[in-house]
């Protein structure tokens, strides 16, 4: 009975407080910080801090139990408001967009650096060895990006596709799909692949710039080749650039492992790994962005015109978005 009463005076004494504190998180947790008035926003915080000493007391005496567990739940949710994230995810994702983004790019640059080079002179390798010897094709290029574009298909065949002249509705999401799901599973690839000392990160590269290479040389033996590059760079410019940071990100982890610096491997991991998890994470919206132009532009718009239009505008985006976005603050 003595407990029963102990507890009932405890809760009596201090209830207005702790229902104050539950009106203030409940009105943060349906409308942000902002739903709260200065005056509210400076009493968040010493209610908080009341209603912690009251659940120590609570514990200490052995007070009824579903005070006890009120008063952890109302803890619980109040220390979420007051040293919670105070931003809003369109404000993280405007920051990371306008400004980590780009910064990290900048940071890195020669790493993203080498994984461009390795791209272009694996293109230059396909287009070589496919010009040289067209049957090598075939070991280059898989069966599901081919897709029927081989040195065995007519010129007329691979003009048909260039301008989807072979009904391009009943494929459009299928291939744009496939598209991005292939590239993003590359780009994480080259990402994780940075563990082992980077090396599988360059065959990677090297391997999808053959690719390329191999497609642009069957294009080019037709007389099709300002068409093939066309087709493919309106999309390849932000596809082929988040391949590129994801493999820039790939030589970060690898050069934490090889060469920490004055930190330890495992602190220079931790210190560069989240760097370069925001290279990635800006790689695979980059690679929506050119699932995006692939599914619809390239397929609705024949232009040669319009299609290098898009190139030199894309490329122009880029050029100003990683050199200058984010520098002023």
Not at 111 to 137: F, I, K, M, N, S
Not at 297 to 305: I, W
Request: one cysteine or more; glycine letters at 12%; aromatic letters at 10%.
């Amino acid at each position: 009975m003595r407990a029963g009463l102990r507890s009932a005076d405890f809760r009596r004494e201090r209830e207005a407080s702790w229902r104050r504190l539950e009106g203030l998180v409940a009105r943060v947790e349906r409308g942000g910080l902002r739903a709260l008035g200065g005056d509210e926003l400076a009493r968040l915080p010493a209610l908080y801090r009341a209603a912690l000493s009251s659940l120590s007391v609570a514990r200490a005496i052995s007070l009824d139990r579903n005070v006890v567990e009120y008063l952890e739940a109302l803890c619980a949710r109040a220390y979420c408001c007051v040293y919670g994230t105070k931003r809003h995810l369109r404000e993280v994702a405007r920051e990371f967009v306008a400004e980590r983004f780009p910064r990290t790019v900048r940071r890195y640059w020669r790493e993203v650096a080498l994984a461009v080079a390795l791209l272009v002179a694996g293109t230059g390798l396909g287009l070589a060895l496919v010009t040289r010897d067209p049957e090598l094709y075939w070991s280059l290029v898989p069966d599901s990006i081919a897709q029927s574009r081989d040195p065995a298909s007519t010129t007329e065949e691979l003009r048909d596709i260039l301008y989807d002249r072979v009904g391009w509705k009943q494929a459009l999401v299928t291939f744009a799909t496939f598209l991005f799901t292939h590239n993003a599973q590359v780009g994480i690839f080259s990402f994780a692949l940075g563990f082992l000392a980077g090396v599988p990160v360059v065959l990677l590269a090297l391997w999808n710039g053959v690719i390329l290479g191999a497609m642009g040389a069957v294009h080019h033996e037709r007389g099709l080749g300002a068409d093939f590059w066309g087709w493919v760079l309106p999309h390849g410019v932000p596809e082929l650039s988040a391949i590129a940071l994801c493999g820039g990100a790939g030589f970060v982890i690898a050069r934490s492992l090889v060469f920490p610096g004055r930190h330890g491997r495992l602190e220079s991991l931790a210190l560069r790994g989240r760097d370069a998890g925001v290279l990635v994470v800006g790689a695979i919206g980059m690679l929506f962005v050119a699932g995006l132009i692939e599914g619809i532009f390239r397929q609705t718009v024949h232009s040669m015109g319009a299609r290098y239009a898009l190139v030199a505008a894309g490329t122009l985006a880029e050029v100003l978005y990683f050199g200058w976005a984010g520098r002023g603050r």
